[in-house]
């Protein structure tokens, strides 16, 4: 027992420090939620656990204030995701980086899918509340689009990741305009002068966004865009590959490179490319977006593109849930996040 | 009111039926538990839910007997999924099954993705325990591997729904060896007869399971494989083009079809086939495994697939996890669902 209370007491500025349920749970290996059902009676847990956590805090004596005492018993250390991505493509990357960011403070996150249909999606969330957890995270497949409940009347702090909030709330969302610069700028770094941009349906914020970012980009350079306006299609492979024929067709001469909207129309670009024989990134250079590992690192040559750091995305929303949930301030308003720009082979 | 009497109060064998909460739950379109918290003055809610509930219970003349009180007063009508697919490729669409099952039971399902620390995991474990879930479903990527943490003495009902579940556990899994051997059968009704099989790692257990389908389908027509042993190697397109170089470069001759153990290998031997002017499926037809929509459809051309079904295999487990918490006796082991073979246009 003394060799975990030793473990376990950190020296704080060289005086011996008051230990708190966090010492108790770490040294008891449980969560902080356990430690504290333990010790105040409650919950469901096997009786050992909660001899040992018991016998954790009698030999590091433990002794709760009745402003922690208060605290713990108002907090489950849970906290909900809500999302609509029910391909996950979006929203396991933000969850990665909410339980990452989390973990060390013992909070378990939840994620339970809400679709299309708001009854049931409403009946979700009221079930999410019952468990009352501390906080809530609205998470999506796009950032231009709502959930189809409604989280604005619920009684515990909600922050939206990758998804629109309504008027006033706290959310995330990547900067797709930078993100795009960056793409391009490296295009410009590597010499390519005549740059298409083959990207999705404009109805998507992140079209006009991405498209915006391009533009700025070569303006900046002294340059025009190869085609006059962005060539869209939708999301798909499909779609890069007739983009790529079309752009083999013109008489006015190819472009030196393609800024693509996805992963899947950079894929298909460049599978038609390779099929009729022009080199890439030899005659012409290819960049995507959203680095979808399974797609860009696949492709033939592996994909450079940008990534829209989700899971640092996660990782901000839930730190500044968890500010909400203990009560430090937090000002409204949606914050961009900087992407990256992974390079591999199909950019030179 | 009296229209939402009307509306709620299914005639059952021609007597006026006895109102449930689930009556009084639908009548006022929020959850089973939410009716029952609002009714026994429990848990959190908005006022106005908690008096609509009220309202509808007093024109439904709703009375609870004692029994439907107490199960009532047990039950959360939460689930938990467990799963280690931080990928979500395997977990998702049993989730989606699940949920579907569950929905109209007015149960709701919180996932939480344990990973390889044991104690994190458990810890999570713990938190969805003290959130009283009626049960747990166990799932993952591998349904030869056991999550990390050890769910034999939770003191809740346990399903395991692809992945490894210990001794006289109740599990789902997919059967790909009857799997395999619809997509070997479908490659001989078109005529073919030299069929290679390509596939992952012999380290997962689906990959003898696989061959042996493959084997057996073929043994009962009396043929024999293209190559003695399954060729096998990583889970990548990477793998699947270079398996292609190899099986056109045998001067014994090639095959006339191969049947990948997953899509990806699928993908880049396609891919790979194509480069070199073989026709698919004119020359050589090809069969995939695991219906990932994403990449089987934008394969060139669309890949022919073996689905394991997951949906329905989630449905399954979560039909029995229910039947496990209404006290139902359902007998141990391991059930083993049927696959089913999407044709496209790969294999000709």
Chains 1, 2 share one sequence.
């Not at 998470?139 to 008027?167: F, I, N, Q, T, W």
């Not at 959203?290 to 592996?302: L, S």
């Amino acid at each position: 027992m003394d060799e975990a209370a030793d473990r376990t007491l950190p020296a704080r500025n060289g005086r011996a420090a008051r230990v708190t349920i966090h010492d108790v749970a770490r040294a008891s290996e449980v969560s902080i939620a356990t430690a504290s059902k333990a010790l105040s009676g409650q919950g469901r847990m096997a009786v050992a656990t909660r001899e040992r956590v018991k016998e954790v805090a009698k030999a590091l004596s433990f002794r709760p204030n009745a402003i922690a005492r208060a605290l713990l018993k108002q907090r489950s250390f849970t906290i909900g995701l809500l999302t609509d991505d029910t391909y996950g493509r979006f929203t396991l990357p933000v969850m990665a980086g909410i339980s990452e960011a989390l973990v060390d403070r013992g909070v378990s996150v939840f994620l339970c899918s809400v679709e299309r249909d708001s009854a049931v999606g409403q009946s979700h969330v009221d079930a999410m509340l019952e468990k009352q957890v501390d906080g809530i995270i609205a998470s999506g497949k796009r950032l231009d689009r709502r959930l189809s409940v409604d989280l604005s009347v619920v009684d515990v702090p909600v922050v939206y990741a990758y998804c629109e909030g309504p008027e006033g709330s706290i959310g995330f969302v990547s900067d797709d305009r930078a993100g795009a610069c960056l793409a391009v700028e490296r295009l410009m770094a590597l010499g390519r002068r005549r740059i298409a941009h083959v990207t999705g349906p404009a109805d998507f914020a992140v079209v006009p966004q991405r498209a915006r970012g391009f533009a700025e980009a070569l303006a900046r350079a002294g340059l025009r865009p190869f085609t006059e306006h962005p060539m869209v299609g939708d999301w798909s492979e499909a779609w890069g590959f007739a983009a790529a024929e079309r752009l083999l067709a013109d008489p006015a001469g190819r472009p030196d490179a393609v800024f693509c909207g996805n992963d899947q129309i950079a894929r298909g670009l460049i599978d038609a490319l390779t099929l009729r024989g022009v080199a890439v990134p030899g005659d012409i250079a290819v960049v995507g977006f959203d680095n979808w590992e399974i797609f860009a690192a696949a492709t033939r040559p592996p994909l450079t593109t940008v990534d829209m750091n989700l899971k640092d995305l996660g990782r901000h929303a839930g730190l500044t849930l968890l500010d909400l949930v203990e009560g430090r301030p937090v000002p409204p308003g949606v914050r961009a996040l900087p992407c990256r720009l992974v390079v591999r082979r199909s950019c030179g």
